[in-house]
């Protein structure tokens, strides 16, 4: 018999017990009814698990209570929880069931949990690996529009198709990363609503709902077009990391297929220029070995290890600054340079771009290193601080200053950037690089100009001011002179890198 099937050991029918979860992502009901139907041995063809007024099996006990718990408490895994605050988020109807059966096994079995040869086990977390992927993907693709509240104050809209139930399990992060700002993300199930202290929930919407566009946009859109390499192009990691399913959301994406289409072009430029410099090179003397050497990177174990490292650095979990920042700002120059620089953290333009000094302050000292005589080709620029930490302010996310535990944290990234490169010369650029290469606060003006032996390895350093501090500078002519005296360090530090080198 389907619902109520006979059970030899009791001589009679056993009764198909109904749980009705009030969501599809009610992880604490479940527990509590898996727990309480685990501690009376009921066994896991016996219950019925739906959600709301979702049909179910026509013979189960529909509000009927659940039995009394009458076996002793019992303890599992820590790993099961986890996993099963994955699963729960996962649209397979059948992830209830699924989890109650192991939930009744590790009561015997401990161990079961750790049995990857076990179908069921693999079925499991082949879920709970497709909600964080879907987790993932919320995250990344999120675009959000502006419109204006009843009040006539800005309110942000984005629309997202997820997969599973994941999207009060994302408020949080969303909550974090724009507590500053009314938003509202609006999905086919449920749409989530936050006004700056509240959040709030309400059904679901249409694609209709969200708005179309707003003018930020077109700033984003030639942003993305200035940053797009057609170098670096692969176009099927491309897909696997952003499904065309994700693009009708996000504006960029209406630039990827001409940008594609001229990616060929553009790289034969590229090369085409970097064939013309080389010339330019040989014309002023040099050999094709050493314009070879001044312009590109080191092959071999170096480059092998740096690219080992880079990758690693793409998953630092170290603090905490990785869970609102976009990416890590991994450092970037030739592996051979004779100058490393070491700024503070990474900026708003940085953080979306992933390369170190590409915004405002970068531009800055792009400017001060060519008035320098310093050829900024030949040096590695790096941060202390990997992740870029920020505050909130509307449509802004203002830089806020790194701490000692996230310098502290960042350290060990930036020694093996030091180990890789081997710089004779390294500049810190600030007080926060400063504390990271010497392990102390260093008060700028004392050592400003002047050579300094580092803690770690006795290599040289010299510290001079962030190209931000001239930015903040409060009027011109103290933009003026600050500005003068950074290019005439600048020049200093070029000039002992050569005698150094």
């Excluded at 209570?65 to 099963?84: C, H, Q, R, Y």
């Excluded at 170096?302 to 991994?330: D, H, I, S």
């Excluded at 333009?349 to 080709?377: I, K, N, S, Y």
């Amino acid at each position: 018999m389907c619902a109520r099937d006979f059970d030899p050991a009791m001589g009679k029918l056993a009764v198909m017990h109904a749980v009705t979860l009030a969501t599809p992502d009610d992880f604490d009901d479940w527990r509590d009814a898996a727990r309480t139907l685990a501690m009376a041995g009921v066994a896991p063809g016996e219950v019925d698990w739906r959600v709301g007024g979702e049909p179910g099996d026509l013979f189960a006990d529909v509000g009927a209570p659940l039995p009394a718990a009458g076996g002793a408490a019992f303890n599992v895994p820590k790993g099961f929880i986890s996993l099963a605050q994955s699963v729960i988020c996962h649209s397979d109807p059948e992830r209830f069931a699924l989890l109650y059966a192991l939930l009744c096994r590790l009561r015997g079995e401990p161990k079961a949990l750790d049995d990857s040869a076990d179908p069921r086990m693999r079925r499991l977390e082949g879920m709970a690996k497709e909600v964080r992927r879907d987790i993932h993907k919320m995250r990344a693709f999120v675009r959000f529009r502006e419109v204006a509240d009843a009040d006539g104050a800005a309110r942000f809209v984005a629309w997202f198709e997820p997969d599973h139930h994941i999207v009060r399990t994302n408020a949080g992060f969303f909550v974090r990363r724009f507590a500053g700002m009314r938003w509202s993300i609006l999905t086919p199930e449920l749409s989530i609503h936050w006004d700056g202290e509240t959040l709030s929930e309400s059904p679901g919407a249409s694609r209709a709902d969200a708005p179309e566009g707003d003018p930020v946009e077109e700033i984003w859109k030639t942003y993305y077009s200035s940053i797009f390499n057609p170098a670096r192009l692969k176009i099927g990691a491309m897909l696997k990391e952003m499904p065309k399913k994700y693009w009708k959301n996000m504006p960029e994406t209406a630039l990827v297929a001409p940008l594609i289409a001229g990616a060929r072009e553009r790289e034969v430029a590229m090369v085409a220029a970097s064939a013309r410099q080389l010339d330019r090179i040989e014309r002023e003397g040099l050999a094709r070995a050493e314009a070879a050497e001044a312009t590109m990177q080191p092959g071999g174990n170096t480059l092998a290890a740096w690219e080992k490292l880079l990758e690693e650095a793409k998953g630092c979990t170290r603090c905490p600054l990785y869970k609102p920042a976009t990416q890590m700002v991994f450092g970037e120059g030739p592996l051979d340079a004779t100058i490393m620089f070491v700024g503070e953290q990474p900026g708003d333009q940085e953080d979306l771009a992933g390369r170190p000094f590409v915004g405002p302050a970068g531009q800055l000292f792009d400017r001060a290193m060519a008035e320098a005589g310093v050829d900024r080709a030949r040096t590695y620029v790096t941060n202390a601080v990997k992740h870029f930490k920020f505050e909130p302010r509307g449509k802004r996310r203002i830089h806020s200053k790194p701490d000692a535990g996230e310098i502290e944290a960042c350290r060990w990234w930036l020694a093996q950037e030091r180990a890789l490169v081997g710089p004779p010369l390294t500049v810190a650029l600030g007080a926060t690089a400063a504390r990271s290469l010497f392990g102390k606060t260093i008060t700028i003006s004392r050592v400003r100009g002047e050579p300094m032996v580092l803690p770690d390895d006795g290599g040289e350093a010299w510290v001079t001011v962030h190209p931000s501090f001239l930015l903040r500078l409060p009027n011109e002519e103290a933009k003026r002179k600050e500005y003068a005296r950074f290019v005439q360090d600048l020049a200093r530090i070029g000039e002992r890198a050569k005698a150094l080198s």
